[in-house]
């Protein structure tokens, strides 16, 4: 078999294997828990950092919580003398050896009682840094009697040694979402009497582990799919090309919005740069129309509506400068500071447009907002979620809608100011 024959097998074993896969999902209605609407899935700090830690925390004045820690302890298999403390939790602690995602600490019932601690690293999509948890365990070793390090994945697989190495014989444990968390989760819905709010809190997040652990599962067996060097080499090649094919899809989508807002009569203040490698920080990489034109000072100030592509889709509005040819972001501190009563104007104008409180939690943009598709579902480019890949077919249909409807936010902004 050649090397395209290879390809064009890896390519319909994948695809019998995706098809599968999403006829599961599909049926069993994962995509419709709340964290996968809101896009948050594999986000470790707010989602799943956040969640483990109510689910032990949040139910500290009833009867549940030493019992789900407890369940949870003994489904790690750690030592009786862990599973029978009782505990604290608190998440993102932070020491002078680095932050720690959830941190459990005994508490002391009496003096000369031995104080122990419970360090958990979650890793989805986060790389391991240098020495991060011998570093942990260089805290723990230090401020507490006993301890152990727990490294938390999707599949319990193992950190890079560069993480690891040397972390004392019996201290460190690997874990993971699929054996130990999404079992647990069952176990404490199985606690509650009664179907209420608190019962369905933890289905969802155990809805939502159920689809990131099938999607994993998913991309282990495809990569089992490889036997030998040519199925290596197929594989690589196909890899290569559907880099180059996203790249095509997200370029193909930007340029349409692009011409949606030229065929409805609007010029083009910023292009998309779709190297952002070849770019500084401040200058705009974004798709960029302006709203109005001020001078303020010796300079002239582009209000302007962004559409740009960074992990999700989203549109912006803020403050562009014009240098060297360039639109040069302009930090929304500096226009606050300097020229206050016309910063103040245009964000009241923006809260009156947009119906809602504005956001100013970036140095270049007053409003942000992720752009979402029809089902509303937020556009994940990525990770290219689903509907990234769908744009290959639909790419004009959607840019056609999200550049109308970024167009009637501008215009109502336009008129908001002229009334001003």
């Not at 090397?3 to 294997?17: G, R, V």
């Not at 507490?144 to 019996?170: C, H, V």
């Not at 500096?334 to 016309?342: G, I, L, M």
Request: overall charge negative.
């Amino acid at each position: 078999m050649d090397l395209y024959e290879t390809c064009e097998n890896l390519i319909n074993e994948s695809k019998k294997k995706l098809e599968k896969y999403d006829s599961y999902r599909e049926h069993s209605g994962m995509d419709s828990n709340i964290f996968t609407v809101l896009g948050m899935e594999r986000d470790e700090v707010n989602t799943h950092s956040s969640m483990l830690y109510s689910i032990c925390k949040s139910y500290s004045k009833n009867r549940y919580r030493d019992s789900f820690i407890k369940m949870l302890l003994a489904k790690i298999d750690l030592p009786e003398s862990f599973q029978n403390e009782t505990w604290e939790v608190e998440r993102e602690h932070f020491t002078k050896f680095g932050r720690i995602d959830l941190f459990l600490r005994s508490k002391r019932k009496s003096k000369g009682m031995t104080v122990r601690c419970i360090v958990i690293e979650i890793k989805i999509d986060a790389c391991d840094q240098d020495r991060q948890l011998k570093r942990y365990e260089e805290y723990a070793k230090s401020n507490y009697d006993d301890y152990r390090i727990l490294y938390l994945t999707l599949d319990g697989k193992e950190p890079i040694e560069q993480s690891f190495r040397e972390i004392a014989e019996g201290k460190f444990n690997r874990i993971s979402f699929k054996a130990h968390i999404r079992p647990w989760l069952v176990q404490c819905i199985e606690e509650f009497t009664e179907n209420g709010i608190d019962c369905s809190f933890i289905r969802q997040y155990e809805i939502l582990l159920e689809k990131l652990v099938g999607e994993n599962q998913m991309q282990n067996d495809i990569k089992n799919l490889i036997h030998s060097s040519t199925d290596l080499l197929a594989g690589m090649e196909i890899a290569k090309s559907i880099e180059a094919v996203k790249n095509e899809i997200t370029n193909n989508f930007m340029k349409a919005i692009k011409q949606e807002f030229i065929s409805q009569g609007y010029a083009v203040l910023a292009e998309y740069n779709e190297d952002k490698s070849k770019s500084n920080k401040e200058v705009c990489k974004c798709l960029g129309f302006e709203i109005k034109k001020f001078k303020l000072g010796d300079k002239i100030l582009y209000f302007s509506i962004g559409i740009e592509i960074e992990t999700y889709l989203f549109y912006y509005i803020g403050f562009y400068e014009k240098i060297n040819d360039e639109m040069v972001f302009i930090d929304i501190n500096e226009v606050s500071d300097k020229h206050k009563r016309f910063y103040n104007s245009c964000a009241k104008t923006v809260q009156q447009a947009i119906g809602e409180e504005i956001r100013e939690n970036s140095y270049s943009s007053m409003y942000w907002k992720n752009i979402k598709d029809k089902e509303g579902q937020i556009y994940d480019f990525k990770h290219f979620s689903v509907n990234c890949a769908d744009l290959m077919e639909t790419y004009k249909e959607e840019a056609e809608r999200i550049a109308t409807e970024t167009i009637i936010y501008l215009e109502r902004i336009k008129d908001l100011l002229s009334d001003n």
